[in-house]
């Protein structure tokens, strides 16, 4: 056995905490100076090629596009794919333009960080979150197209002494008249281009033009999904490779104090023990030596002051009175707004309060809660790291959606500049905003570091469990003044509960401490509502949060699209016809007009009841409709058939589009009636799916969706399926029942608790 523990001379790595506050270090030197590169760069300058390469066979025309003389076509991928779909509808954007043959595109999957892959809306930053990565690149990669067809008809034009104005292209040939050249025929003909022509907006195509997008083309990463050869985190494998697995703190900011070996044999001499600030890390050539090592080892930990007082079902009561207690003032959200789509205070404050006390309006007020939830993410989260021998360098292999992070993460720990860090993106086995960190990652780092080995690290679905980072739990207290004829003349909206970002990026929290995080989905766009104000008050528990599916949409939508639900049967108007009458923009009354269609609302159906909710997303629409019966002996509900009517601007891929809404609806049904993590006296109470309850496959419910397409630009689909679905089904509930659920999950104890109520 070989033991190691840090020393001061380590302080670097014994700092990091696993919280991904390198994340938050390097906001200053990455975010914003990325972002001031990006807009250098724009749209032309990161398209800077030309046909020529050091390989004649391949002209490598931009950072988005090569071309082979066989004709192959070969596009980046540069962000993450976990099963979206975006390894397929990035390139496709380039094809498009391009024109090219569809069949011969290969699609690679990119490595180094690069400006020129950087989405805009990030800063620049490769970060593939929120279901915004089409959105982002849709402009850039339609431009990297764009200039690589103008290349080909420059140089067609040259090798055949003719106008480019009388070339046209289709399909991966160059025509003029009834001739034509491949596309790998212009390239072999190519002698290069020393001035070679720039992309403009205007040289992109018209929707009526489109070939490839709005089709169902089939997805690249399928075929290897299939047939067994795609390359997930897990099956990496490195000459010299060890593997490693952390006996994790408890809960968080715990330290190992003590390391005790209980069975010397256990550990055959094989395994390395290297104490870490957070946990315990055991290392070996073969796994079996390090699950053994495992049961083998005992840590005395010393534990926090904050976390280890944490009562998630306590807190959750307390945050519940906290909601309704207007003399605790909390942060207006956003403030100065620090994203183009939080838009929450609007009106006049003073107005708020005259309308919320007006004789002319009546004051209606609701709190709702919602617990902790857990990612679940199908692939367990690991990492393979292989650091130089002089520690200055780095290539990892990770299944990450924060590629950017990831690197300046991982240069922080070395010490070195991110041009000396390659990080390869493999097939993720599912994100959901936990990927978005970067603790294992940097597990991996630091570990081959310090061994000087490569090291592949991989948690365990209870280490994940016990030490990973959840959903925030949280209260939301709504309350608004509303007048006889329905017109809401003020709206406020409080949710407290505590900050992810404090906990992980401090560094992207507003001026006054607004976090995104928490407060995604307070926003009321699309209503009419001319007084609106949204509060974040925070409360500090020293437990692990992240980003989870949907960010903040969730528990605040089940708050607001329950609330709005009980506005509409005070009044006694039935609550999608008042929905119609609130909305704002066409596209929200088209969605919910076509779900009333789609789903018979309004007409009776023996045994089951319906309930509907309206969400936005990052510039989508959606309103769904769940078809529920309730087991009045159990308290189990069951979802029959969940209706959901889509509106995501553009589709790029229809079929696509419809997979990733069902999965979201499907997630947020599981999230709504059966998930939850609780903590008592700051660890964390379930261990694994026997007693964390995800659905099962016998109450998938039929999922029958419309998409509705808008305007020439996609947005945001990842997470459209869920916000809607847990307001949903609570409105069903009181539709067939009477009681009122204000509490997320909707399991069995917290149901027939409502029918005893």
């Known amino acids: 056995m070989k033991y190691f523990e840090f020393n001061k001379d380590e302080k670097t790595l014994n700092a990091l905490d696993q919280t991904g506050q390198i994340f938050a270090v390097n906001r200053r030197n990455f975010i914003v100076g990325g972002s001031a590169l990006f807009a250098g760069f724009a749209i032309p300058g990161g398209l800077s090629g030309a046909i020529a390469s050091a390989n004649p066979d391949t002209a490598e025309v931009n950072a988005w596009v090569s071309i082979h003389s066989d004709g192959e076509v070969v596009i980046v991928s540069p962000n993450a794919e976990m099963g979206q779909g975006t390894m397929t509808a990035i390139p496709l954007l380039a094809a498009e333009e391009l024109d090219a043959d569809w069949s011969k595109v290969r699609v690679e999957q990119v490595g180094p960080i690069s400006k020129e892959y950087g989405n805009p ?8 979150v929120a279901s915004l990565t089409t959105a982002g690149l849709f402009d850039n990669v339609r431009l990297a197209g764009a200039q690589a067809r103008k290349m080909l008809l420059a140089e067609a034009a040259k090798q055949w002494g003719v106008s480019v104005a009388s070339l046209t292209t289709e399909n991966g040939y160059v025509y003029q008249g009834l001739r034509k050249k491949s596309y790998g025929d212009v390239i072999k003909g190519s002698k290069g281009l020393k001035n070679p022509p720039k992309a ?21 990463d399928v075929p290897a999904k299939v047939n067994g050869s795609a390359e997930f985190g897990l099956d990496v494998k490195v000459p010299g490779m060890v593997h490693a697995s952390i006996i994790r703190a408890p809960m968080h900011g715990a330290k190992p104090k003590k390391v005790d070996n209980q069975n010397e044999g256990a550990l055959k001499a094989k395994v390395s023990i290297i104490k870490l600030d957070y946990g315990v890390a055991l290392l070996a050539k073969d796994i079996a030596d390090v699950l ?5 080892v005992d840590v005395n930990w010393e534990l926090p002051s904050l976390a280890r007082n944490y009562d998630s079902q306590k807190s959750l009561g307390d945050y519940a009175k906290v909601s309704e207690d207007e003399t605790v003032k909390g942060i207006s959200w956003p403030g100065k707004a620090r994203v183009p789509w939080a838009r929450a205070v609007r009106g006049d404050a003073s107005d708020y309060k005259t309308k919320m006390t007006s004789g002319d309006f009546k004051s209606i007020s609701a709190t709702y809660t919602s617990e902790h ?10 990492a393979t790291a292989k650091v130089s021998s002089d520690g200055k360098s780095a290539e990892i ?16 720990v070395l010490k070195t500049s991110p041009g000396n860090i390659k990080v390869n993106t493999t097939f993720l086995g599912g994100g959901f905003g936990r990927r978005a960190q970067v603790d294992y990652v940097v597990d991996a780092v630091i570990l081959s570091k310090i061994t000087k080995k490569p090291v592949k690290v991989v948690w365990s679905r209870e280490d994940d469990l016990a030490a990973g980072a959840f959903k925030p739990s949280t209260a939301v207290n709504l309350s608004a003044a509303v007048s006889k004829d329905g017109q809401i003349g003020a709206w406020k909206h409080r949710t407290v509960g505590e900050s992810p970002l404090k906990y992980y990026a401090k560094g992207l929290l507003g001026e006054k401490g607004e976090d995104i995080l928490i407060m995604s989905g307070s926003e009321q766009l699309n209503y009419k509502l001319p007084n609106q104000i949204a509060e974040h008050i925070n409360r500090e528990q020293g437990t692990r949060l992240a980003a989870w599916r949907g960010i903040g949409h969730g528990p605040n939508r089940f708050a607001s699209e329950s609330f709005v639900d009980e506005i509409a049967l005070s009044l006694g108007q039935d609550p999608a016809a008042y929905r119609l009458s609130l909305a704002n923009n066409p596209r929200v009354k088209n969605v919910i007009n076509k779900v009333m269609e789609m789903s018979d609302w309004g007409k009776r159906k023996d045994g089951v009841s319906q309930g509907i909710a309206y969400s936005d997303y990052n510039g989508s629409h959606s309103a769904g409709v769940a078809e529920i019966s309730v087991d009045e002996k159990t308290g189990k509900i069951k979802v029959h058939r969940y209706y959901i009517a889509v509106d995501p601007g553009l589709p790029l891929l229809p079929d696509n589009v419809r997979a990733q809404i ?5 997630y947020g049904i599981s999230a709504a009636l059966t998930e939850r ?10 261990s694994n799916f026997h007693d964390y309850e995800v659905l099962r496959m016998a109450d998938v419910p039929e999922v029958i969706i419309e998409i509705m397409p808008s305007g020439d630009r996609p947005s945001a689909v990842g997470e459209l399926g869920l916000p809607t679905t847990a307001p949903a089904i609570a ?16 399991n069995s104890e917290t149901i027939l608790e409502a029918l005893k109520a």
Do not use: C
């Open 200 to 220: 403009v907006r205007s040289d992109l195509k018209k929707p009526s033009e489109y070939r490839l997008i709005g089709k169902n083309i089939g997805r690249v």
């Open 397 to 412: 292999w990770a299944p990450t959606q924060a590629i950017s992070v990831s690197t300046f993460a991982a240069a922080g």
């Open 662 to 666: 069902e999965s979201g609806v499907i």
């Open 121 to 128: 809306i990030f800063g620049g930053i490769i970060h593939t």
């Open 292 to 296: 053994a090592a495992r049961e083998a």
């Open 731 to 746: 409105n069903a509930f009181f539709k067939m029942t009477g009681k009122r659920v204000r509490h997320m999950p909707m």
């Open 677 to 686: 993590v609780s903590h008592s006296e700051g660890v964390v109470e379930q």
């Open 373 to 382: 939830t857990y990612h679940a993410q199908m692939e367990p989260m690991n």
